[in-house]
């Protein structure tokens, strides 16, 4: 009969170790000057005071916070949804074509998902320039549209709309191959043997491929709603090419603007904590389901 | 064999935790320190770099490494470096705006005893007092700038008008200017610092001092008077959109080199904006870049004009320069002040069209229109309220929006106690 070895909890103390470290201290330090009223006089020196809850009820009666929360959550989830539906097309092509068609999507993807933020976006912006940009030259050619000059990034809805497209762009390389990795595993012979029965290419995937790949779908889909919650260089870089009003803020950058530029850092703690309860309360619903599995 | 194991992890513990302990700043001797400065933006030009890193370098034998951080990210630089001995810059220019923020929180070190050595009384009074705390020195100006309006003389006589000599008069004029494609006033909706002289000039103010606290006056019937004007100006006079602030303005009055004609006919811009400004040729020395030639025939300057003539307030643009004091280099870092107060280095600010600190060196602007608008426009000019959490206020993007909204058609009054609400709580620090 064994008895328990302690080894390996042993083994794994140094990784935890420095995940705590790492990630601990940071954390522990947002949660303690949450509930701190701590400003620029506090970054060089002065003593926080204890304020407790008084920076939550005041983000809790904050009507611009819930506009900023609302349009994060409306915003993440749209996102996240499209690019998981055009991640998954360009993973059922890649499946279809021929290989040197599929070698060409791919290199494109990777490169499209490897390319720096800061210069991706300042194509983008360019792009989308009022007064240069190829979109607007382009959309101007459909005979009937008048895009000559529009302003993109004026309009706090065209502003999440461009957006949104970005962050599409730069999020379905991602989507594509894992979903293009769960393809492989699904056999063919199934396939081909419903093809034999008359299943459409529609029914083909909704009854058979769709459940196959459910768990890279969900890891998936949990992936991209917690990136696109948290989305900052983006939205900041096209404040800076548009303006930095507080309408065309989402989460990320409203946290920034409190934090570093307004130097209430007691509020913008307040405010992480509050994200990463959203992030905690998305991801609750995936760990269930892994564990629900693990046990059957 | 325990015990000795514990010794010595005792031992590893103290020397890690002892390592990080910050080491005492020297003050004596400057030889050999190797110190940084910030500058912001691009205002300090090349060759007044140079200058500085060789004359440090044979005063002290370290080395200047000067670091250029641009405004729109320097706030948040500054919060999070300045604290941090390791990383701080020992010299750093901080905007006027933003000084008094940072000196009543004790960023920097206190150099009340160099004032005389630098300049004294000579040194320009307004910024001076926006870097003092309770009678202490903690920020010196390093230069100033102004904001005088551009015009385009061949728009302007096409269309049968001066030189205005008062704001109405400037007002109606760009309103007369204005085509379905070009402005006759080219301006930013959320252009703040260029739309506040309205707002000064009808004797308005953005926030007054009552007792020992700061209080936000954009409700004050002053500055309500001045921003219905600018409202009128924005919707009658510009094509830029509602939401552009502070950009780069001599793209709009150079022809356009896709239409042949400018943006705009007039445009307000910081003093160094006249070397972009001019005739379009390609640059000889690099085919990929254009320089801009002043050609007096096209282009012309004036001072804004005030409400009942003479000179409108302008935002008084301009830097004050400061040591950290968290610098483990002070005695570097006041020798470097002394070169940058020394009266060679203040003519080369002067001669590139930056306003030395030090007025007696002013004559080395030299007497062309743009130093006499300069001069002129700089007189009359007006700083942001030297409250403490001033540099709050601007880095939360308040007065843009602010603006931003007045500019679309807003409501003015509701709009302004909206806002003064929300500076009233960051203003005070």
């Known amino acids: 009969m064994f008895t328990r070895s302690r080894a390996p909890y042993a083994l794994i103390v140094p990784a935890i170790a420095i995940l705590i470290l790492g990630m601990g201290y940071p954390l522990i330090w947002q949660v303690v000057t949450s509930f701190q009223?701590?400003?620029?006089?506090?970054?060089?020196?002065?003593?926080?005071?204890?304020?407790?809850?008084?920076?939550y009820v005041r983000l809790a009666t904050d009507v611009q916070f819930w506009v900023v929360v609302a349009k994060s959550l409306v915003f993440c989830v749209v996102t996240a949804f499209v690019t998981l539906a055009i991640g998954t097309l360009l993973a059922l092509l890649?499946?279809?074509?021929?290989?040197?068609?599929?070698?060409?999507?791919?290199?494109?993807?990777?490169?499209?998902?490897?390319?720096?933020?800061?210069?991706?976006?300042?194509?983008?912006?360019?792009?989308?320039?009022?007064?240069?940009?190829?979109?607007?030259?382009?959309?101007?050619?459909?005979?009937g549209v008048e895009m000559n000059r529009f302003q993109w990034l004026t309009n706090p809805l065209t502003f999440l709309l461009v957006a949104s497209i970005i962050v599409i762009w730069m999020s379905v390389p991602f989507v594509a191959f894992s979903i293009y990795a769960g393809l492989t595993q699904v056999s063919d012979e199934v396939l081909e043997a419903a093809q034999l029965d008359g299943a459409s290419g529609w029914q083909r995937f909704w009854w058979i491929i769709q459940p196959m790949i459910r768990p890279v779908i969900a890891i998936v889909l949990l992936l991209q709603l917690i990136w696109d919650l948290r989305v900052f260089t983006q939205i900041k870089m096209l404040q800076e090419a548009g303006s930095g009003s507080g309408d065309y803020?989402?989460?990320?950058?409203?946290?920034?603007?409190?934090?570093?530029?307004?130097?209430?850092?007691?509020?913008?703690?307040?405010?992480?904590i509050l994200v990463l309860a959203i992030t905690v309360a998305l991801s609750s619903f995936y760990i269930r389901a892994l564990l629900k599995e693990d046990e059957a | 064999m325990k015990r000795k194991i514990g010794v010595v992890a005792a031992a590893t513990a103290a020397l890690v935790v002892l390592a990080g302990c910050a080491t005492t700043p020297s003050d004596g001797n400057a030889d050999g320190q190797d110190i940084t400065f910030w500058v912001m933006g691009g205002d300090t030009p090349e060759a007044l770099r140079d200058y500085l890193k060789t004359e440090y370098a044979d005063a002290t034998g370290g080395t200047l490494t000067i670091e250029e951080q641009s405004w729109g990210d320097a706030l948040a630089k500054l919060t999070t470096a300045l604290p941090d001995a390791e990383n701080t810059p020992d010299v750093t220019e901080i905007g006027n705006t933003w000084s008094p923020t940072f000196t009543t929180v004790g960023a920097f070190t206190d150099i009340t005893d160099m004032v005389e050595e630098l300049g004294g009384d000579k040194l320009l009074p307004s910024f001076v007092e926006v870097g003092e705390v309770d009678g202490v020195n903690y920020a010196l100006p390093y230069y100033f700038g102004s904001r005088y309006v551009f015009y385009r003389k061949d728009l302007w006589s096409a269309a049968g008008l001066e030189v205005p000599t008062t704001l109405e008069e400037f007002n109606a004029a760009a309103a007369a200017l204005k085509t379905d494609t070009q402005s006759g006033f080219y301006l930013g909706g959320e252009d703040w610092r260029n739309?506040?002289?309205?707002?000064?000039?009808?004797?308005?103010?953005?926030?007054?001092?009552?007792?020992?606290?700061?209080?936000?006056?954009?409700?004050?019937?002053?500055?309500?008077?001045?921003?219905?004007?600018?409202?009128?100006?924005?919707?009658?006079?510009?094509?830029?959109?509602?939401?552009?602030?502070?950009?780069?303005?001599?793209?709009?009055?150079?022809?356009?080199?896709?239409?042949?004609?400018?943006?705009?006919?007039?445009?307000?811009?910081?003093?160094?904006?006249?070397?972009?400004?001019?005739?379009?040729?390609?640059?000889?020395?690099?085919?990929?870049k254009t320089v801009a030639t002043w050609n007096d025939e096209v282009f012309g300057t004036f001072v804004l004009p005030g409400v009942d003539g003479g000179v409108a307030p302008v935002f008084a643009g301009g830097s004050n320069i400061a040591i950290s004091a968290a610098s483990q280099n002070q005695a570097g870092a006041k020798e470097l002040l002394k070169i940058i107060f020394s009266p060679e280095y203040q003519t080369m600010l002067g001669e590139n069209g930056l306003g030395p600190a030090n007025l007696d060196y002013a004559s080395a602007l030299g007497d062309d229109q743009f130093a006499t608008?300069?001069?002129?426009?700089?007189?009359?000019?007006?700083?942001?309220?030297?409250?403490?959490?001033?540099?709050?206020?601007?880095?939360?993007?308040?007065?843009?929006?602010?603006?931003?909204?007045?500019?679309?058609?807003g409501d003015i009054p509701a709009l302004a106690k909206e806002y003064d609400a929300k500076i009233d709580e960051l203003i005070n620090g």
């Open chain 1, 37 to 55: 009223k701590y400003g620029l006089a506090q970054q060089f020196g002065q003593p926080a005071t204890l304020v407790w809850f008084d920076n």
């Open chain 2, 195 to 288: 739309g506040i002289s309205w707002v000064f000039a009808n004797g308005g103010e953005l926030a007054v001092k009552d007792g020992d606290t700061w209080k936000s006056s954009l409700s004050d019937p002053n500055t309500i008077a001045g921003l219905e004007q600018l409202q009128a100006l924005f919707a009658d006079a510009s094509l830029a959109p509602v939401n552009e602030a502070d950009s780069t303005p001599w793209v709009n009055i150079n022809n356009n080199s896709e239409t042949g004609v400018p943006e705009a006919a007039t445009i307000i811009a910081p003093g160094w904006a006249h070397w972009s400004i001019g005739d379009l040729t390609p640059d000889p020395a690099d085919s990929t």
């Open chain 1, 94 to 143: 890649m499946s279809a074509v021929t290989k040197t068609a599929r070698l060409v999507l791919q290199i494109s993807l990777l490169l499209a998902w490897s390319m720096p933020v800061v210069a991706a976006m300042t194509v983008w912006i360019w792009l989308f320039d009022r007064r240069r940009g190829v979109i607007n030259y382009l959309l101007d050619l459909i005979p």
């Open chain 1, 249 to 272: 803020d989402l989460l990320g950058t409203y946290i920034y603007k409190l934090g570093t530029s307004a130097q209430d850092f007691g509020m913008s703690s307040a405010v992480s």
């Open chain 2, 373 to 409: 608008a300069l001069i002129e426009s700089a007189a009359g000019s007006k700083l942001t309220p030297a409250a403490p959490g001033w540099a709050a206020v601007e880095g939360a993007r308040l007065l843009e929006e602010f603006f931003g909204k007045v500019n679309a058609g």
